[in-house]
């Protein structure tokens, strides 16, 4: 009994061995292929192994399955007020049956010394719904679209592989519970529990990672950047813009001028009162102290000898 509860532990050790070093790889990308090889190795049998049959049973395995696209979006745009802008979209989110997964709003400084508020929010909306949330969202802006970016992943191999791990992972855990339900020793039982927690981790693991893949494939993820126009408008000086090197040396000039304003005011307000304050009571000390060793090295008044009668 002993003997067939360790050859049994030892097969399921080295199962388990394998299963756990593909968990640690993220991607899986070439887990599928190797799965989908092997089988096709078994199925060819005494027909013999064709690279050509192998790919086009990997082809059909995965087409058999219902494919899994993660598709995402970013969007830069310049609106009237930011602020306003951000609410319409968040009610457009909940509208869709979508959320805000972060909105955050803060102050640019524009050149003339004017701030203007920007907003930077990541939304989430069903997949099927993407196309309409960009165009509402599109619809805030009367300017063209500063920046835009759509993405798409297709995580179908890395879903049908995790999958196939997490079947292989439930079958050992049937089997360890049998072997733990018909041990009798107590190092037979440990030994059994021990490796059934590491299979019900790895589970719980593969699990995870199936449903964040369902979740980013079923929402598509939506980054927006909310620009003030004031923020993109081109500097303009009586009715002249300039561009090119001639508004970057126009920017360089009122930045420094900027800067030595800000000195200037610095020196006045912040410096000049604590030079003050450290050097002039050292200026009185060392004058008193100067006054005193003068009045010491006064030179006495000799009164002439009087004349000889």
């Known amino acids: 009994m002993i003997k067939k509860v360790s050859i049994t532990l030892l097969i399921l050790t080295l199962l388990l061995a394998g299963c756990s070093a593909s968990a640690r790889n993220p991607g899986y990308p070439m887990e599928a292929p190797s799965v989908a090889l092997e089988s096709q190795r078994q199925s060819v049998g005494e027909g013999g192994y064709s690279p050509d049959k192998a790919a086009f049973a990997l082809d059909q395995s995965v087409a058999s399955v219902e494919r899994l696209v993660i ?28 959320f805000v997964v972060s ?7 524009l ?26 969202i599109k619809a805030e802006t009367d300017l063209p679209i500063i920046s835009e970016n759509n993405s798409s992943q297709d995580v179908t191999a890395e879903y049908t592989d995790l999958g196939s791990r997490l079947t292989n992972l439930e079958k050992a855990e049937r089997q360890l519970q049998e072997i733990m339900a018909s041990a009798t020793k107590t190092e037979d039982v440990l030994s059994v529990y021990s490796q059934l927690v590491s299979v019900r981790e790895q589970i719980e693991l593969i699990k995870g990672q199936m449903q964040y893949y369902e979740q980013s494939a079923a929402l598509s993820s939506i980054s927006v950047q909310l620009i003030a126009n004031a923020a993109v408008q081109p500097i303009t000086i009586a009715g002249w813009q300039p561009k090119g090197i001639a508004k970057e040396a126009l920017q360089s000039l009122i930045n420094t001028l900027q800067s030595l304003g800000g000195f200037g005011i ?37 009164s002439p000898p009087a004349p000889e009668a």
């Open 71 to 98: 598709k995402n979006a970013s969007l830069s745009i310049a609106v009237n007020d930011p602020l306003k802008s951000m609410d319409t979209i968040s009610r457009m989110a909940e509208a869709m049956d979508g």
């Open 103 to 109: 909105a955050d709003m803060y102050q640019q400084a």
């Open 111 to 136: 050149s003339n010394g004017i701030k203007v508020p920007q907003v930077s929010m990541t939304i989430r909306v069903p997949a099927g719904k993407l196309g309409e949330a960009l165009s509402t």
């Open 266 to 302: 610095r020196l006045v307000i912040l410096y000049l009162p604590v030079l003050l304050i450290i050097f002039v009571p050292i200026a009185l000390i060392i004058w008193g102290l100067r006054s005193l060793v003068g009045r010491g090295r006064k030179p006495k008044v000799v």
